[in-house]
């Protein structure tokens, strides 16, 4: 639907090599969901919460977590455990971080299990989707980064909310 | 200066300045289609507003630069910077005129003659290459562009040097310039918004401040307070508009159509000071407008057509603005032909929206609202034939959407009216905080009518007919919706004390059942989340002040998904609104059971008389003696069954069962299914065709037998009468009832006959009094009030006036059970008020009259 027109802020994939050679890198925060490792980039980012009150809002979505209070602005919560089809997490755990991203004047909050750190990853690293991936995953999902050891998915903030 | 003109000043100032520039822009590229068009429209509105206020000398200049600048559009003329100057020389003219306006209200004296001559040569072609006008007015634009507000008067001057209009330019000088300024919507609507955050975050601080003890902040968070409720106030003001504003078209209109539709037509408007905010005056004024269009179009008849009907020539649109809390009450209603019921049910049967059965039992109320249905309307013939229609249903959309209902009061012959209440404002609602399934929400107060606390200690109950929970409030079932459910949380384990908000959603009104009640609270509606907009169940959400955020129910919302609107009507019509519930709680109106058994025709019994509606299951029926029994709440309740035989082989699974009881005694009667509840009058005839059955009357358009409560009691065994007096509450005392309704009769008796009093029954006043002269005694007297010949009033009177019967307890019993009417009635000499029907107040009455003073 949305895909072709928006990638947030930061710059697209489509482009690479193209308009903006100049910028080689994309930076991301880096955010772990269920243990898998994944990237929002940065410029798309408003603010990072730690653990919030949330209220709940039945007959939502199951992905809608609920909303949250950000300095009187109402942010809607996105699960993304449940986004991503992800298990739930344990009862013990200590709550869930909102990385706060704004669509269309709205504001909504991913809500990790951790938030990393802020990484400039260069363009030309990154590789397309594996074929195999998820469906889900493939749909929201600009690419792959290597880290390490780890994989890095390059998380679409506009796929990630296109929901219902 | 009146409004009206004021308005024009304003407007004409800033047309004036666009036209500066754009003259100026066409003089450069005179090829500008539409830059010229621009021009055009602008000067061309200013000639008409003028003609409209009178103002005949601007009109006139106006007039004459329009000539110009039209054969400039048409292309008949070449623009020329000389026909351009001479413009530029006309529009100053006006500008002096409208400068001389502001200071005095009215347009000063002065002579245009040359500049209209030069004007109209230019028009004419002949003097377009001419210096000779053009030279004088070429001047003009110099002296025009730098000094602003003292210069234009005197620019007036020049083209034809008048003499007179440079008399003007003192009282435009000495007046500063109109003390409005225009604003653009998005600057005052960003600012309610930030005022709205502002006062939001003052909640929040005053909180906090009152959790801590540390006080160097209380002093400047009062102040701060203030300020912020000040400054929230006044943002406010900014918005609100008087209604009259979205009014100011309609006499026009009105006008317009009574001349084309060959009507006389007479517009009132009240209340048109009556302000509200500006962004609910744009919504409504489209709607309004259309509502007085089909008054005029539809609801008012011909001069002929109403002088046949004996009614004045002229008919009457009454437009009427009110505030009641914090809401607007609009009323437009005409003194035309009203709404043809009989049309519409023709109509909502060709189109399928209800079946014939369901529109017989339908109040007419419920069939004049089938014109706000969409798709209702759109049949050209409905408009021609059955009077409205016409986008009622956008109407009633549009009105909900900002969270106002619509009513529609229609009398056949009489006329029509549309009562519209809508909230002050859109931006902060008082609310309900209410708590179910352990979330909080809030439900805007405005279709709020009561809450009720259910299933405590004396509290009413709630009750079920089949899987629907209803609660008997006053006389009325009102029909519920869990909150829980509805919004599928977990709902805690027991039901056993909630709250009911009683809410009405145009004619209907339907409980909500949640677990807890907070508070009010003034609250900021915010537009949910784009992701969450097919939750209808919302209408926003908002943030409390203790800072979480919180989901805002719409009423609307609710009673779509519960079918709440769309039922055929409980007789929910009847309470409309707390101002007509006084007037309307007639005590012929009863509710009603209407329910099957044995034969086709459907039954009825008072509501009042049943005290529980239960399903009871097949393999719990036991047989004792060949008759029915089941074992409910721990005793045994005999069951009679309806249809005069009871097999349990044939029995359906689960046995519908309406439970009578008294004390700790129960009867349970065995029926095929239950129908419905209806208000009804009551007319009965043929009293006493058949055993069981008071007689038959018609409810909804169907014969239905009246079920003689005594006669099914009885059959539940003799002993339901009380033989053991001994543990009765009345123990056998005796008490004169005196009704004047052999129904009513028949209800009362077996009612206190069956808690142990020992009823004697007299159809009139006389007759009581004849007994009292008899010389029999009783122990206490229940009386009509509404009675023929002497009523309750006047028999309470003559009894205490003296006789044997002076001191004894006296209880009113009447449907109308006002503040007035008790205290009419007490002063009269009644004890005690019971409504009718309320069979456990009457008993209770009885009780404490007796008890109290005499017998032991």
Known sequence: MQTQTTTGPAPGLPMRGGLQADAAEDIYLTLTVADQLCGVPVLAIRDVLGVQAITRIPLAPAEVAGSLNLRGRIVTAIDLRCRLGLPPRAEGHRGAMSVVVERDGELYSLLADQVGEVLPLPRAERAPNPVTLDAVWRDVSNGVHRIGERLLIVINVERILAIG | MDDLLADFLTETNEGLGALDAALVRLERAPEDMATLSEVFRIVHTIKGTCGFLGLTRMEGVAHAAENVLGRYRDGALRVTQSGISAILGAIDCIRGIVAALEGTGAEPAGNDSALIASLDAIASGEAAPAPAPAAPVAVTPAPVAPPAPMAPPVAVAPPPATPAASAEPEPGGVNAPPQTIRVTVDVLEGLMMLVSELVLTRNQLLQLSRNGTDSAFAVPLQRLSHITSDLQEGVMKTRMQPIGNAWAKLPRLVRDLGVELGKKIELEMRGAETELDRQVLELIKDPLTHMVRNSADHGLETPEQRIAAGKPEAGRIMLNASHEGGHIIIEIADDGRGLNAER??????????????????????????????????????????????????????????????????????????????????????????????????????????????????????????????VLRLRDRLLPLVNLSGLLHLESPATEESAF?????????????????????????????????????????????????????????????????????????????????????????????????????????????????????????????????????????????????????????????????????????????????????????????????????????????????????????????????????????????????????????????????????????????????????????????????????????????????????????????????????????????????????????????????????
Request: glycine share 12%.
């Open chain 2, 344 to 469: 519409i049910r023709q109509k909502v049967l060709a189109q399928g929206l209800a079946t014939e059965a369901e529109l017989a039992t339908m109040p007419e109320r419920e069939i004049q609202r089938f014109i706000f249905r969409a798709g209702f309307s759109t049949a050209a013939a409905v408009t021609a034939v059955s009077g409205r229609g016409v986008g009622m249903d956008v109407v009633k959309t549009n009105m909900e959407r900002i969270g106002g209902t619509i009513e529609v009061r229609s009398k056949e012959g009489r006329g029509t009216a549309f009562v519209v209440k809508i909230p002050l404002t859109l931006a902060i609602v008082s609310a309900l905080i209410v708590e179910a399934g352990g979330e909080r929400f809030a439900i805007p107060q405005i279709g709020v009518v009561e809450l009720v606390r259910v299933g405590g200690e004396g509290a009413p109950q709630l009750e079920r007919i089949k899987d629907s929970a």
């Open chain 2, 500 to 856: 009911v908000v009683v809410t009405q959603v145009g004619p209907h009104v339907f409980g909500i059942i949640v677990d807890r009640v907070f508070d009010t609270e003034e609250i900021v509606v915010k537009p949910v989340a784009p992701i969450l907009r097919h939750v209808t169940m919302f209408s926003g959400n908002t943030i409390l002040g203790d800072g979480s955020v919180i989901m805002i129910l719409d009423p609307n919302g609710i009673a779509r998904a519960t079918g709440v609107g769309a039922e055929s009507g409980e007789g929910e019509a009847e309470r409309d609104g707390k101002r007509q519930a006084a007037a309307q709680r007639s005590d012929q109106r009863t509710a009603l059971l209407l329910f099957r058994a044995g034969d086709a025709t459907p039954k009825a019994v008072p509501l009042g008389l049943i005290a529980r509606l239960e399903d009871v299951e097949r393999e719990r029926i036991e047989n004792a003696g060949g008759r029915p029994l089941v074992q409910y709440r721990g005793k045994l309740m005999p069951l009679v069954p309806l249809s005069g035989h009871w097999d349990q082989s044939t029995a359906p699974e689960r046995q519908p069962v309406l439970v009578f009881s008294d004390g700790d005694r129960t009867m349970g009667l065995m029926v095929d299914e239950i129908l419905d509840v209806v208000e009804e009058h009551m007319a009965i005839d043929g009293a006493g065709e058949r055993p069981g059955f008071l007689g038959t009357t018609v409810i909804g358009g169907k014969v239905t037998e009246m079920l003689d409560t005594a006669w099914w009691l009885r059959q539940a065994g003799e002993d339901w009468f009380g033989h053991d007096a001994e543990h009765q509450a009345g123990g056998g005392r005796r008490i004169l009832l005196v009704e004047d309704s052999a129904f009513f009769r028949n209800l009362v008796i077996p009612a206190i006959g069956a808690a142990g009093y020992d009823v004697t029954a007299v159809a009139n006043a006389e007759e009581a009094l004849r007994l009292r002269e008899a010389g029999l005694g009783f122990d206490a007297i229940i009386s009509d009030i509404a009675m023929p010949g002497m009523d309750g009033i006047a028999l309470a009177r003559a009894l205490r006036e003296g006789g044997a019967w002076r001191d004894l307890p006296l209880i009113a019993l009447t449907g109308r059970a006002e503040p007035a009417d008790i205290e009419r009635g007490r002063a009269a000499g009644f004890t005690d008020y019971v409504a009718k029907f309320d069979r456990a107040a009457l008993l209770e009455s009885l009780r404490q009259c007796l008890s109290a003073p005499v017998v032991g």
